[in-house]
């Protein structure tokens, strides 16, 4: 895949880094002239100095050849500018909007005609704020969010000591709201479960769960043996 990225700060550098790891191909245009000769020592990649927001840098970059534009600069009206730009030079690209203040954000996913400019809007303060509020609501959990679903990805570790180790799927009685998607043996071997599943005496569970839910399963997971024979 060859991705253009707008933008060299933190999030446009870890996102071109991850890329390049996977073997994909990536371009950074960068309007700061330090930064892109900076970057030009710390990526593989193509760095440009240049604005996204004119076609010429846009297509110095080959935007016409790339499968992804990414518009990550913490400056709103630049991405949303660069990514309608983009759109034009390459109907078929996908781009993905940075939004900085989440109520902008909700903007362009309501009205259906900013739609085709933006395949993808997404605001890192918005995903780190709601992190944290869910870490100090619900702390104890490794989580990935689906804010707008209201819902979260939450692993769990199996012990010797677990009471719940080595009981079936269906035994363990959780809430409607929750589904276990995978599980994994203390030697990292992954089975999809149905109900029928037995548990791993040691191991990980993954669980998909509504957020209202997550206490009650946290502590289904949680309970310890010896605090049962304690009872």
Known sequence: ??????GAGRVGYLVAKMLENEGHDVTI????????KELSFLVNGLVIEGDATDQKTLEEANLKQADTFAALTGRDDANI????????????????LRISKPKNKEVFEKIEDLKKYFDVVISPEEIA??????SITTPGFDRVLFPREGAEIVKFQLS?????????????SLPK???????????????????????????EVVVFAKNASLKDI???FERKKNNVEQT
């Open 1 to 6: 895949m060859f991705v253009v990225i707008m």
């Open 29 to 36: 245009i960068d309007i700061d002239k330090e930064r892109a």
């Open 81 to 96: 500018l660069a990514c309608i730009l983009a759109k034009h030079l390459n109907p078929t690209i996908k781009t993905i």
């Open 129 to 134: 704020a709601n992190y944290i509020f869910r």
């Open 160 to 172: 010797n000591d677990s009471e719940i180790s080595e009981k079936l799927v269906k035994e363990l």
């Open 177 to 203: 709201d929750s589904l276990i998607v995978a599980i994994y043996d203390e030697k990292g071997n992954l089975v999809i479960p149905s109900g029928d599943t037995k548990l791993p005496k040691k191991g």
């Open 218 to 220: 946290k502590s289904v």
